[in-house]
């Protein structure tokens, strides 16, 4: 089992900065791999950014290549997901989410275990 808690999300103007955290616990070495998904109101989710556990390679979604970092440290079981120069279109629930049952199912969308959620808004 793994536990995963999101914190970190909130209201900020376009141009600003969050910074999204992921606490982890539970068998958190049997993940693949760790990623960052948001869906807003009416449209349907999208994965914004993956890590691979293992050698730390990433993807990002075309959408906030360039803005958005996503980076983990593995002494506190911790994900982050670095949100630079928002934008409106990024307003959405923040999900993050981890892969334990292989590598072939990433950087997917459904992963096995997945957070609360913590809100984003980007207003102009």
């Known amino acids: 089992q793994v536990q995963l808690v999101e914190s970190g999300g909130g209201s900020v103007q376009t141009g600003g900065s969050l910074r999204l955290s992921c606490a982890a616990s539970?068998?958190?070495?049997?993940?693949?791999?760790m990623g960052w998904l948001r869906q807003a109101p009416g449209k349907e989710r999208e994965r914004v950014a993956v890590?691979?556990?293992?050698?730390?390679?990433?993807y990002y979604a075309d959408s906030v290549k360039g803005r958005f970092t996503i980076s983990q440290d593995n002494a506190k079981n911790t994900l982050y997901l670095q949100m630079n120069r928002l934008k409106p279109e990024d307003t959405a629930m923040y999900y993050c989410?981890?892969?334990?049952?292989?590598?072939?199912?990433?950087?997917?969308?459904?992963?096995?275990?997945w957070g609360q959620g913590t809100q984003v808004t980007v207003s102009s």
């Open positions: 890590i691979y556990t293992s050698d730390g390679s990433t």
């Open positions: 989410a981890a892969e334990t049952r292989g590598s072939r199912y990433c950087p997917g969308d459904e992963y096995n275990y």
């Open positions: 539970g068998y958190t070495y049997s993940s693949y791999c």
